[in-house]
C-alpha cells in the first residue's frame, strides 16, 4: 500500500447556485480517510456531510480544491468515474432517492449486472445481500410495498452486491426503530471486520462516540476537528459551537467521577465499559461463553439456563434455519456482556471468524475495571 489515505479531500470548497443565490457548503475543507479506520462525519443538519460525501464518490466535482482516491487524484472523465463507484459505494440518507426499480430484486441487481458479471456471481451476491440485511424473504415484492426501514436495507443490500472498498452510509440509522438500528451497526461491524473501509455521516453524538475510531467535525461547511472522540467531546466549547450534545456515556462518566474525585480517564463508549468501570470489587458477575458456530444441528442443548446471544451472518442464519432460539439478537457482544455483569450465565454462539474479535472487546473490559469470566 502506498499511500496513507484511501480518500482525501485538500483544501476542497464547493458553492452551490450562482450569484447573489450561490451559498458555500463546503469551506476549504481538508481531511484524509485511513483505509480501515472506523470513521465518522460529524455534524449538525446542514453542516456539509451528504455534500462532502457526494465528493468521495465523484458525483460533486470541487468548485476549489482536490479530491484524491488512494493517493491518486480524481478524474471526472466518464470511465474513471465509473471505476470509482465500483470501489466506493454511497448509501444516501433517503432510500427513495436510491431505489428506482420495481421490485426488491432487480434493484440489489442492477450494479452487479452493469459489472457484466457471471449470472451465478450476481445471483450469490443478490442472496448474500438480502439476507445480511434481514430482507431475503422480500425478494420479489414490489418496492412500492416496502416500509421506510425495509427500504432503507434494500439501499445498503444493493451497495454490498457491489463489493466496494470504501462503504459510505449517510446517516443510517436515521428513521429506523433501535432494534432495525442495532442490526443495521452490526452489519456495518462485519463490513469493517471484513476489510471493507467504512465512514458513516450521523448528528448522533452517542453512535459516534462508541463506534468511531476516528472523528472529523463539520461545521457550516467548514472542518473544525480531525482526531479520536475524546478528545473533541473533552472541548465543551467546541461540542457547543458544532451544534452537538455530550454522548451519554461521556457526561455520565464525567459526573460519576467529578463526585468520586477520580479522572474520568480512561473514557468508557459503551454501557459494558461505564458498568466496568464502576463496578465494586465484590460485585458477582456470571460467565460468559463464547462459542463457534457448531456443525450440530442441537446448537442450544447444554443451554437450558443460560441466556443465549448470537453475532454474525453465518449464525444468524443458522439460527433462522433451525428454528432456534435466542434472547440477544443484536449488538450481542454488547447486550452478553451486560448479562455477564448483572450476574447471568451468558453464551455468545459467533461465526467462527468472529471468535477472536469478540474475545478482545471482552478483555478490552478490564481496561476499565472489571470485566467478565470467559469460558470455553
Same mark, same amino acid.
Given at each position: ?11 476542497? *470548497? ?10 458555500? *457548503?463546503?469551506? +476549504? ?27 468521495? +464518490?465523484?458525483?460533486?466535482? &470541487? ?17 474513471? /468515474?465509473?471505476?470509482?463507484? $465500483? ?21 440489489? !441487481? ?38 421506510? @426501514? ?6 445498503? !443490500? @444493493?451497495?454490498? !452486491?457491489? $463489493? ?8 443510517? #440509522? ?27 455521516? #450521523? ?54 467521577? @467529578? ?10 463508549? #459503551?454501557?459494558?465499559?461505564? /458498568?466496568?468501570?464502576?463496578?465494586? &470489587?465484590? !460485585?458477582?458477575?456470571?460467565? /460468559?461463553?463464547?462459542?463457534?458456530? &457448531? ?8 443451554? $437450558? ?32 456482556? /451486560? *448479562? ?30 472489571? *470485566? ?5
Amino acid at each position: 500500500m502506498d499511500f496513507k489515505y484511501i480518500l482525501e479531500a485538500r483544501d476542497v *470548497s464547493y458553492v452551490y447556485g450562482k450569484g447573489d443565490g450561490a451559498n458555500a *457548503s463546503l469551506k +476549504n475543507v481538508s481531511l484524509g480517510i485511513r483505509p480501515g479506520v472506523k470513521t465518522v462525519i460529524l455534524g449538525a443538519n446542514g453542516a456539509g456531510k451528504s455534500t462532502l460525501f457526494y465528493h468521495f +464518490n465523484g458525483v460533486f466535482k &470541487p468548485t476549489a480544491g482536490e479530491m484524491f482516491y488512494r493517493g491518486i487524484p480524481m478524474s471526472y472523465q466518464k470511465e474513471h /468515474l465509473y471505476e470509482l463507484r $465500483e470501489d466506493v459505494a454511497v448509501v444516501v440518507q433517503n432510500p427513495d432517492e436510491q431505489i428506482f426499480s420495481s421490485t426488491v430484486e432487480e434493484d440489489v !441487481a442492477f450494479g452487479p449486472m452493469n459489472l457484466n458479471l457471471h449470472p451465478d456471481i450476481v445471483e450469490g451476491r443478490i442472496r448474500d445481500s438480502l439476507f445480511k440485511v434481514g430482507m431475503e424473504d422480500y425478494r420479489y415484492r414490489s418496492t412500492t410495498q416496502l416500509s421506510y @426501514g425495509q427500504k432503507k436495507r434494500v439501499a445498503i !443490500a @444493493g451497495a454490498l !452486491a457491489m $463489493e466496494p472498498k470504501v462503504l459510505i452510509l449517510d446517516e443510517p #440509522t436515521a428513521g429506523l426503530d433501535p432494534q432495525m438500528s442495532q442490526e443495521v451497526m452490526e452489519l456495518v461491524d462485519q463490513m469493517c471486520l471484513a476489510g471493507t473501509t467504512v465512514i458513516i455521516s #450521523t448528528h448522533d453524538v452517542d453512535l459516534a462516540f462508541a463506534w468511531a475510531e476516528e472523528i472529523h467535525v463539520l461545521r457550516h461547511g467548514a472542518l473544525v476537528f480531525s482526531g479520536e472522540p475524546e478528545d473533541f467531546f473533552n472541548d465543551r466549547d467546541s461540542v457547543a459551537l458544532a451544534g452537538l450534545t455530550l454522548p451519554h456515556t461521556f457526561s455520565v462518566n464525567r459526573s460519576l467521577e @467529578g463526585i468520586r474525585g477520580q479522572p474520568e480517564a480512561p473514557y468508557p463508549r #459503551t454501557n459494558s465499559q461505564l /458498568l466496568a468501570k464502576l463496578s465494586p &470489587p465484590e !460485585a458477582r458477575f456470571g460467565a /460468559l461463553r463464547i462459542m463457534p458456530l &457448531p456443525e450440530s444441528e442441537d446448537l442450544d442443548h447444554e443451554d $437450558e439456563g443460560l441466556r443465549v446471544g448470537i453475532y454474525g451472518f453465518k449464525t444468524r442464519r443458522a439460527f433462522k434455519d433451525r428454528g432456534l432460539r435466542a434472547d440477544i439478537y443484536f449488538n450481542a457482544v454488547e447486550g452478553c456482556c /451486560l *448479562s455477564a455483569m448483572q450476574g447471568r450465565n451468558t453464551v455468545l454462539y459467533c461465526d467462527p471468524e468472529l471468535v477472536d474479535v469478540v474475545r478482545r472487546r471482552v478483555a478490552d473490559l478490564s481496561k476499565f475495571g472489571r *470485566s467478565p469470566e470467559v469460558i470455553q
